[in-house]
């Protein structure tokens, strides 16, 4: 089957795994030098009012939310080539999330004023954020839909045929991921808890439609993942 025809699937298409690399940042860039955060350090918190919007040179930023009993959402996670923190700069409203580096990670940040100047002067860079909101807006409607209307195993397999998608290159064996995940990393997107996110891994698996090779996954089969997709779509 071919990505073409899986992106008809994908309603959205909302891969959670955000990246904007193929976007020409560098107006932003004169005189910035990146700085380094170490996997599972916090780069800002919640609740808090930004001076800087941040830009992925490379590594993995995770945007989630905590609520007043300590419970996690993940929004997104952000690659390399994406800007994040761009909505409290925007509005001067403090931020509805936290950003965690979820890999060691090397960051432009960009002082509000560089990058507001560009937002109103440059009609290509103004077009740029629009498009990057856009896609952060489909994942979150995507992933509210889902946790509305599907089950645990229509949320993991979709989440598979996003990173097939977006993030694989074809070969004799199948589609050979070329992102790695952790489970909990799933089971945060998904709204899933790890167990359960572990549990239909490891049903694919015996089942011979996916395995793993050097950390990365090969989806093997993808027929009975596109099957339920399309059997449970609401």
């Given at each position: 089957?071919?990505k073409k025809d899986l992106e008809l699937l994908d309603?959205?298409?909302?891969?959670?795994?955000?990246?904007?690399?193929?976007?020409?940042?560098?107006?932003?860039?004169?005189?910035?030098?990146?700085?380094?955060?170490?996997?599972?350090?916090?780069?800002?918190?919640?609740?808090?009012?930004?001076?800087?919007?941040?830009?992925?040179?490379?590594?993995?930023?995770?945007?989630?939310?905590?609520?007043?009993?300590?419970?996690?959402?993940?929004?997104?996670?952000?690659?390399?080539?994406?800007?994040?923190?761009?909505?409290?700069?925007?509005?001067?409203?403090?931020?509805?999330?936290?950003?965690?580096?979820?890999?060691?990670?090397?960051?432009?940040?960009?002082?509000?004023?560089?990058?507001?100047?560009?937002?109103?002067?440059?009609?290509?860079?103004?077009?740029?954020?629009?498009k990057l909101i856009v896609k952060k807006t489909r994942?979150?409607?995507?992933?509210?839909?889902?946790?509305?209307?599907?089950?645990?195993?229509?949320?993991?397999?979709?989440?598979?045929?996003?990173?097939?998608?977006?993030?694989?290159?074809?070969?004799?064996?199948?589609?050979?991921?070329?992102?790695?995940?952790?489970?909990?990393?799933?089971?945060?997107?998904?709204?899933?808890?790890?167990?359960?996110?572990?549990?239909?891994?490891?049903?694919?698996?015996?089942?011979?439609?996916?395995?793993?090779?050097?950390?990365?996954?090969?989806?093997?089969?993808?027929?009975?993942?596109?099957?339920?997709?399309?059997?449970?779509?609401?």
């Amino acid at each position: 089957m071919l990505k073409k025809d899986l992106e008809l699937l994908d309603e959205f298409n909302s891969c959670p795994w955000v990246d904007f690399k193929d976007y020409d940042w560098s107006c932003l860039l004169k005189n910035q030098h990146t700085i380094p955060f170490k996997k599972n350090e916090i780069i800002y918190q919640q609740h808090d009012i930004s001076e800087f919007v941040y830009l992925i040179h490379k590594g993995r930023v995770c945007l989630y939310t905590l609520s007043d009993l300590g419970e996690e959402k993940s929004f997104f996670i952000a690659e390399a080539g994406c800007i994040f923190g761009e909505l409290s700069v925007i509005d001067n409203r403090p931020n509805t999330c936290y950003a965690m580096a979820v890999a060691d990670t090397n960051l432009y940040k960009i002082p509000k004023d560089i990058f507001l100047r560009e937002l109103t002067s440059s009609i290509e860079f103004s077009n740029m954020v629009l498009k990057l909101i856009v896609k952060k807006t489909r994942v979150m409607l995507s992933q509210v839909k889902q946790l509305s209307f599907n089950d645990a195993n229509y949320r993991v397999y979709n989440s598979i045929l996003h990173l097939v998608n977006n993030y694989s290159t074809s070969s004799g064996s199948g589609y050979e991921l070329t992102m790695k995940f952790t489970h909990q990393e799933m089971a945060n997107l998904t709204g899933l808890s790890r167990v359960t996110v572990s549990q239909i891994i490891s049903n694919l698996t015996k089942d011979d439609i996916l395995q793993k090779e050097k950390g990365y996954y090969v989806v093997k089969n993808i027929e009975p993942i596109v099957q339920y997709i399309a059997d449970h779509k609401k």
